[in-house]
Structure formats: C-alpha cells, structure tokens
C-alpha cells in the first residue's frame, strides 16, 4: 500500500491527490493525518510482501483441489471445469 491508497482508504471523499494535497469531488482540499496515513502503510508491510511472494492464486487452488481439500461439491464442480477444459 502507498500513501495515496492510504489517504483515500482513511477518508472516503479523496477523490483526486496531487503530491501531498488531497482533494474531494469539488476540487476542495481535504485534511488527513499524516501519522495516521503512514500508520496504515507502515501495518501493510508485511501484506504487501507476503503478495509477491505467494504462488498464483490458480495455483493454489489447483493443489488443494489435487489434495483433496475441498467439499465433495466443490470438488465436483472445480472437476466439471477440469473435465470442460483439459490441459493439452
């Protein structure tokens, strides 16, 4: 997360940012925190982070459907889909 997605997550009515200036729908400044938005990055480390280092969500979800993991149901339908479309 960046300082931009972090102001705009914090106040809903940020619509446009230039630099460190914030704006709403009317082209009118809106105030932050900068403490507060630097907060919210700085707990998103480790998110962000974490996202590219994990495999791709396909992939994921192929090795829990191979593990057997799932439901009978979902197993069912994640193999209907496997079946509609084979590898070749």
């Given amino acids: 997360m960046n300082k931009h997605e972090a102001i705009r997550e914090l106040n809903s009515s940020v619509v446009n940012i230039k630099g460190d200036t914030a704006y709403d729908v009317d082209g009118n400044e809106v105030s932050y925190n900068e403490a ?27 090795d829990l459907f191979k593990a057997g993991a799932f439901s009978d149901e979902m197993t069912a339908t994640l193999q209907a889909v496997k079946d509609k479309y084979p590898k070749e």
């Fill in 36 to 62: 507060e938005v630097q907060a919210l990055v700085d707990s998103r480390v480790y998110r962000d982070n974490r996202k590219g280092e994990y495999p791709d969500i396909g992939d994921q979800l192929d």
